[in-house]
């Protein structure tokens, strides 16, 4: 195991891209934690948040030193910290916004749908009073063979032998 540290930041990182090795990046860790963690508090406004988006940039930060030539190592993570907060923050207001869409358009369905039953019964009560107009128009005989024919299920025959008619009578 290595002693990183008395070596510069500087130093460590130019180790870190010759020898790829995790220790380095753990002694930044053990510098930095706090920085990083009070910076995402700093825009995150919660703890759990904060602390999350300190790992995830730690995570990061393998594959990051190797990619950025960084002079100033505080003065990037701060930047690094701050750009990683403001997309979690616009993450997080997309998909307030995308929940606010879904609770509207759900409740603009449960309106509609709501709409769509009060037009289902008008509808019905609507043919209801054109059957009973109807009916009310038929002669004694008739309305009483259509009444039991469509309102009781009755067939042409039962209605021939409860009414007395001809079962050609009922069919009229």
């Known amino acids: 195991m290595n002693n990183y540290k008395q070596i510069s930041d500087n130093e460590l990182i130019i180790l870190y891209k010759e020898n790829f090795d995790k220790e380095i990046v753990g002694e930044l860790f053990n510098r930095y934690t706090q920085f990083v963690f009070l910076v995402s508090l700093k825009y995150l406004k919660n703890e759990d948040d904060a602390k999350d988006a300190a790992m995830q940039i730690f995570e990061k930060l393998f594959k990051d030193l190797l990619n950025h030539n960084v002079e100033n190592l505080k ?39 709501f709409n769509l039953h009060l037009k289902e019964n008008e509808v019905k009560e609507f043919q209801a009073n054109t059957v009973q107009n109807a009916v009310n128009q038929l002669n004694k005989e008739q ?21 007395s008619y001809s079962e050609k009578k009922v069919k009229s």
Do not use: P
């Open 75 to 113: 003065s990037w993570l701060y930047m690094v910290t701050r750009n990683h907060c403001l997309m979690n923050l616009r993450k997080q207001q997309s998909d307030l916004k995308k929940n606010q869409e879904y609770k509207k358009d759900n409740e603009n369905f449960m309106e509609n749908d």
């Open 143 to 163: 309305k009483k063979c259509v009444g039991l024919f469509y309102f009781e299920g009755k067939s042409y025959s039962e209605i021939a032998q409860l009414t």
